[in-house]
């Protein structure tokens, strides 16, 4: 009995050791470890780097694993824009120009969500480094970072088309924004709400379906 209880608290005691020294990326990352599946309604910030100017919309993100994603975008309430996203193709549906455009690769496309595969599938892909200390600067950039929230950077380990950085900000140990930092450095963040994990969600929803009429192309 006495041998038990001396391995129950050396189990303990490792435990809180382990947890002691993680880091808060690890940490955060490792909560995504497992889902399933995600969805989130979405607040869009569009800042060009040369001429500081800002473009806004909103709308919703599904995810299912291992590589589907669905975005709507919406304008001033109407449906604009759709991408979805699949371990081999990419597709865009810009209804306000009535036309779809599909890639062969999902490419930087399929990496704005990253942090949903959890810290083993991100750390394959990036360098991880907690840039908190850096938030002063980030905001003087034009990136939107509550009071409180951590900050981390990733570092794409190899080239991903058009993307720079992926920055993540964190409240309350939840991913509260996305950031996208491209070639040109031009800024898209993705500030959540309404953010549900593993929610019930029909495979169905990320066919797509070309409306008729609009003009496909492929790249």
Not at 86 to 96: A, K, L, P
Not at 103 to 128: H, P, Q, W
Not at 159 to 167: E, S, V
């Given at each position: 009995?006495?041998?038990?209880?001396?391995?129950?608290?050396?189990?303990?005691?490792?435990?809180l050791?382990?947890?002691?020294?993680?880091?808060p990326?690890e940490?955060?990352?490792?909560r995504?470890?497992?889902?399933?599946?995600?969805?989130?309604?979405?607040?869009?910030?569009?800042?060009?780097?040369?001429?500081?100017?800002?473009?806004?919309?909103?709308?919703?993100?599904?995810?299912?694993?291992p590589?589907?994603?669905k975005?709507?975008?919406?304008?001033?309430?109407?449906?604009?824009?759709?991408?979805?996203?699949?371990?081999?193709?990419?597709?865009?549906?810009y209804?306000?120009?009535k036309?779809?455009?599909?890639?062969?690769?999902?490419?930087?496309?399929?990496?704005?969500?990253?942090?949903?595969?959890?810290?083993?599938?991100v750390?394959?892909?990036?360098e991880?480094?907690?840039s908190?200390?850096?938030i002063?600067?980030?905001?003087?950039?034009?990136?939107?970072?509550?009071?409180?929230?951590?900050?981390?950077k990733?570092?794409?380990?190899?080239?991903?088309?058009?993307?720079?950085?992926?920055?993540?900000?964190?409240?309350?140990?939840?991913?509260?924004?996305?950031?996208i930092?491209d070639?040109?450095?031009?800024?898209?963040?993705f500030?959540?709400?309404?953010?549900?994990?593993?929610?019930?969600?029909?495979?169905?929803i990320?066919n797509?379906?070309?409306?008729?009429?609009?003009?496909?192309?492929n790249?």
């Amino acid at each position: 009995m006495r041998k038990l209880i001396l391995i129950a608290v050396s189990t303990l005691f490792l435990t809180l050791m382990l947890s002691a020294n993680e880091k808060p990326a690890e940490k955060l990352l490792s909560r995504y470890n497992g889902i399933k599946t995600f969805t989130a309604d979405f607040d869009r910030v569009f800042t060009q780097r040369i001429t500081g100017n800002k473009t806004t919309d909103s709308g919703k993100i599904f995810y299912m694993a291992p590589d589907l994603i669905k975005m709507d975008t919406y304008s001033e309430g109407k449906l604009i824009e759709q991408t979805f996203v699949n371990g081999e193709t990419t597709t865009f549906i810009y209804h306000s120009k009535k036309n779809v455009l599909n890639k062969k690769s999902a490419g930087e496309a399929g990496e704005y969500l990253a942090f949903l595969k959890g810290l083993d599938e991100v750390r394959k892909t990036f360098e991880i480094e907690d840039s908190t200390g850096s938030i002063e600067m980030a905001r003087k950039t034009g990136i939107e970072i509550e009071k409180g929230a951590k900050l981390f950077k990733l570092t794409p380990k190899q080239p991903i088309a058009n993307l720079r950085y992926i920055f993540l900000t964190s409240v309350n140990d939840e991913i509260s924004s996305v950031i996208i930092i491209d070639q040109l450095r031009n800024i898209n963040q993705f500030k959540f709400k309404n953010i549900k994990n593993n929610p019930s969600l029909d495979k169905k929803i990320f066919n797509v379906t070309v409306p008729s009429g609009y003009e496909v192309s492929n790249f």
